[in-house]
């Protein structure tokens, strides 16, 4: 199974910050990276897929990049509402395993 | 709009059985792969199974082969996971997922672009 670390695991950053995340496989998935986004008692959500491609009404705040093992999701300028937990996903293989999660919160 | 609306969930002994539907709606339904993620308490994601769009493939997680089996009516646009031998440790939220396949932007993408609200099992004596 691909293994997927994300760090940091916990983050505090306050509004108008800029915040990266970065999520590593234990191999190469290509670009086969997912991001999503998830509030409390909520479903998640997903932010960008392929690595970079920003999923159709997320804000452009939002960015992905990264390819093989190494990848990031930034988020420029945060605002309130993005105060959440995010996880990465490889779907490059099956089972299509997460990241351990990183929670953003307010300074 | 897609509308995935998950039911079944409650609570069970350790070593009975559940069954898991997903109603889906707003879609093709027989065009989508689909799977079921699931979250354990202040915990984080599994993906849990998945099935391709006829269900001539199915997959599963190390920690439910051989107890949960997943399927698809989609003559009625429904998903299922039957869940067998359950364990204290399968206690979580369970949410379906749609799955997307195909090219956007010239790069080929897999993604779960949809999510259930999901349903809470709870294994408990």
């Known amino acids: 199974d691909i293994q997927m670390t994300q760090s940091p695991s916990s983050l505090s950053a306050s509004v108008g910050d800029r915040v990266t995340i970065t999520c590593r496989a234990s191999h190469s998935i290509n670009n086969y990276l997912n991001w999503f986004q998830q509030k409390p008692g909520r479903a998640p959500k997903v932010l960008i897929y392929a690595a970079s491609n920003l999923e159709s009404g997320v804000p452009s705040r939002f960015s992905g990049s990264g390819s093989g093992t190494d990848f990031t999701l930034t988020i420029t300028s945060l605002q309130r509402e993005d105060f959440a937990i995010y996880y990465c996903?490889?779907?490059?293989?099956?089972?299509?395993?997460f990241g351990q999660g990183t929670k953003l919160e307010i300074k | 709009e897609v509308q995935l609306l998950e039911s079944g969930g409650g609570l069970v002994q350790p070593g009975g059985s559940l069954r898991l539907s997903c109603a889906a709606s707003?879609?093709?339904?027989?065009?989508?792969?689909m799977s079921w993620v699931r979250q354990a308490p202040g915990k984080g994601l599994e993906w849990v199974a998945g099935?391709?769009?006829?269900?001539?493939?199915?997959y599963y997680a190390d920690s439910v082969k051989g107890r949960f089996t997943i399927s698809r009516d989609n003559s009625k646009d429904t998903l299922f996971l039957q869940m067998n031998s359950l364990r204290a440790d399968d206690t979580a939220i369970y949410y379906c997922a749609k799955e997307f396949r195909g090219y956007r932007y010239g790069r080929y993408s897999i993604y779960f672009d949809w999510w259930g609200q999901g349903t809470l099992v709870t294994v408990s004596s």
């Open positions: 996903q490889q779907s490059y293989s099956t089972p299509n395993t």
């Open positions: 099935i391709s769009d006829s269900a001539d493939s199915t």
């Open positions: 707003g879609f093709t339904f027989s065009s989508y792969a």
